[in-house]
């Protein structure tokens, strides 16, 4: 299993000189599964170069998952070369909502007077799905959804493939109103998704100053990360959904006091970037490799 970055900025794309290490385009990690199955978290702006990467014969078969419907994590859909090819099966999923279907909520976005172009025109008619709350087969992985603290209808993800997992929370407030030091993990918002991930890419937008004057918005600090981090005993923390007014200097200050905070409990965290790869061999494959090396 391999991910990779095409965008990490939270809120509002922020490209410029001051964000040219981490990169200015908000959320769209490419996830790809040893039996070649293409998924995508999410279609921020940085769904655009993704897009552009594709090869046209073998990508013909894209799971686009969307963890919720703000327009920084769904405004470069319109702009997804996919969506414009009438060969692509397209099958875009998302969190339920009681009032409005997904087709619909998408609908908002993808019509006049906000884009030139009504959905039910597009050239691959996309294929739409709510994410079912638990664990459901795609491909060669298992997908695990839950409900996390964020505002409006938002999902966690988990992908698990050959006894590894990436967990995707980016958008998520897990210490709304409570000390996570004195939560039971299972009461945790998002725990169930991140719990023993091998990596967990997971909301870290804020200083604490930033942070207090933003309760309730949906977003972490960076000590709130860290804690969720710990008490979920993840492998590898990747702090994303960088704020769009830090600039690289402000994210390695974030990044060095998270390896503070993070101590001697493995693997320091790490700043997403665009372009960033994380590969992940199946549990077998690495042990056949401990092995050889002990030979």
Request: charged share 20%.
């Amino acid at each position: 299993m391999r991910a990779r970055v095409w965008g990490c900025r939270g809120s509002l794309a922020s490209p410029g000189p001051e964000t040219i290490r981490y990169g200015g385009n908000t959320s769209c990690v490419e996830v790809r599964l040893a039996d070649g199955t293409l998924i995508v978290l999410d279609a921020g702006t940085g769904i655009r170069p993704f897009g552009l990467s594709l090869d046209p014969e073998r990508d013909k078969t894209i799971h686009l998952f969307l963890s919720h419907l703000h327009l920084d994590h769904l405004e470069g859909l319109g702009f997804f070369s996919s969506l414009w090819r009438p060969d692509v099966d397209l099958h875009i999923w998302g969190p339920p909502s009681p009032l409005r279907s997904l087709e619909q909520r998408i609908a908002r976005y993808l019509s006049p007077p906000l884009f030139p172009v009504h959905l039910s025109d597009i050239p691959s008619h996309p294929k739409f799905h709510d994410v079912p709350d638990g664990e459901f087969p795609l491909g060669s992985a298992i997908i695990r959804a839950q409900p996390i603290s964020h505002r409006g209808p938002t999902v966690g993800y988990r992908i698990m493939e050959g006894g590894r997992s990436i967990a995707y929370l980016p958008d998520h407030e897990p210490a709304l109103g409570v000390d996570l030091n004195d939560m039971e993990p299972e009461w945790i918002s998002g725990h169930g998704v991140a719990e023993g991930a091998d990596v967990l890419f997971h909301d870290a937008q804020y200083t604490p100053d930033e942070y207090d004057a933003r309760v309730g918005w949906g977003h972490s600090s960076v000590e709130h990360v860290v804690t969720f981090g710990l008490v979920s005993a993840v492998k590898q923390l990747v702090m994303f959904h960088h704020d769009p007014l830090h600039t690289d200097p402000e994210l390695e200050a974030l990044v060095a006091r998270a390896t503070e905070l993070w101590g001697t409990n493995g693997s320091s965290p790490l700043l997403a970037h665009e372009g960033m790869i994380v590969d992940l061999e199946p549990v077998a494959a690495v042990e056949e490799i401990q092995t050889r090396l002990q030979q």
